[in-house]
C-alpha cells in the first residue's frame, strides 16, 4: 500500500512496498517557485539525511534547496527531470519525482505530515499571506493620507 506524506518545505514523501521512499516536490511548491529551468540531484547510492540538503532546483524564481524528508540510500534518480526539468512542473506528484530512497525503518516516515496536515498548513499559510495584503493595504492608504 502507498501512502504519501509532506514536510513544511513543500517536499512529498510516498513510502511504496518494497521500504523505498519515492520524493519530489510538491504542487504548490512548483506554482510558487515557477518553471524549473535545471535540477542537481545525489548519485544512486548516495546517504541522505532526514532535514539535510540532497539537492537544488533552479527555477524563474531562483535557487530552491531540497531538504530530505527521510534518512537512506539513494536507489534511483529520475533521469528524465534531469534531462527535461520541466517535467517538475507539469506532473509534480508523478512523472516529476526527484529520488527514491531506501529506508531501514519507517519511523521517520510516519512523523511527516499527512495529506489533511499539509493541507492545513497551506491554508494557513494563504490566510495569512492574505492578511499580511490587508494590512500593506491599509498602510498604504494611511500613507497616502499623510500626503
Known sequence: MEETRFTLEHIWARLDDDNCVTIGITDYAQEEWGEVSEATLPEEGDEVLKEEQFGVL??????????????GEVTELNE?????????????????????VSISSTIEFDEL???????????????????????????????????
Open 58 to 71: 533552479i527555477s524563474s524564481q531562483g535557487k530552491h534547496p531540497l531538504y530530505a524528508p527521510v534518512t
Open 80 to 100: 528524465e527531470v534531469l534531462e527535461n526539468p520541466e517535467i517538475i512542473n507539469e506532473n509534480p506528484l508523478t512523472d516529476g519525482w526527484l529520488i527514491r
Open 113 to 147: 505530515l499527512t495529506e489533511e496536515e499539509y493541507d492545513e498548513v497551506l491554508r494557513d499559510d494563504l490566510e495569512m499571506d492574505e492578511e499580511d495584503e490587508e494590512d500593506e493595504e491599509e498602510e498604504d492608504e494611511e500613507e497616502d493620507d499623510d500626503l
